[in-house]
């Protein structure tokens, strides 16, 4: 395969445009431009839901896709794999945390999080990018086993 894969490809494209609008957002409200700081937000938040949907998607009906670098690296990888997940999660969930929070108007709470939220979201959108520079543009991505190919056995 000497093109780089579609989906991937356009997954990860989105949670680096949500990190980028999480970082414009960050700034309006730095200006105090709350309406602008909201519609960022709720986009940033779209496009890192846009993402889920596609990955999940991939992975239930495709399949993930291992290491295809050398053996010795691969412990390395499947660690900061692992370190990109943790990141993922805890932004997903510190982001429904703080929509809620701007939700219920519960500013301190909100002012307290959104601060650490975007942090997370930033190194989650990074550590992503270095997951896939190493999947398939570093190293030729390994085999792709599907989930329902793996539990129904085709
Ligand atoms: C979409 C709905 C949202 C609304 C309506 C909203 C509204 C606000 C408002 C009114 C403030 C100012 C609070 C104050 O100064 O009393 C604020 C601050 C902030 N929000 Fe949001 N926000 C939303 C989503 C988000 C999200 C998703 C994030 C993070 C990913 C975020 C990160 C921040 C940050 C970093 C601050 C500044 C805190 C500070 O400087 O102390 N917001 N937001």
Redesign the pocket.
């Known amino acids: 395969m000497g093109s780089l894969p579609i989906l991937p490809t356009i997954s990860t494209s989105f949670i680096v445009v949500s990190a980028i609008l999480?970082a414009v957002?960050?700034y309006f409200?730095?200006q105090k431009q709350?309406k602008k700081?909201?519609?960022t937000?709720?986009l940033?938040?779209a496009f890192a839901l846009a993402f889920f949907i596609i990955y999940l998607s991939r992975t239930i009906f495709i399949g993930n896709t291992s290491f295809g670098g050398p053996d010795h690296l691969k412990i390395y990888y499947t660690l900061f794999l692992f370190f990109h997940i943790f990141l993922a999660t805890a932004g997903a969930v510190?982001?429904i945390v703080?929509?809620l929070s701007?939700?219920k108007k519960n500013?301190v709470r909100?002012?307290?999080i959104?601060?650490i939220?975007?942090i997370v979201?930033f190194f989650t959108a990074t550590t992503g990018v270095v997951v896939y520079l190493l999947l398939y543009v570093f190293y030729r991505g390994g085999e792709t086993t599907s989930v329902i190919k793996a539990i129904l056995g085709f």
């Open positions: 999480v957002g960050w409200i730095r709350v700081h909201e519609k937000m709720w940033a938040a510190f982001g703080t929509l701007a939700v500013w909100h002012k307290k959104g601060p939220t975007s979201w």
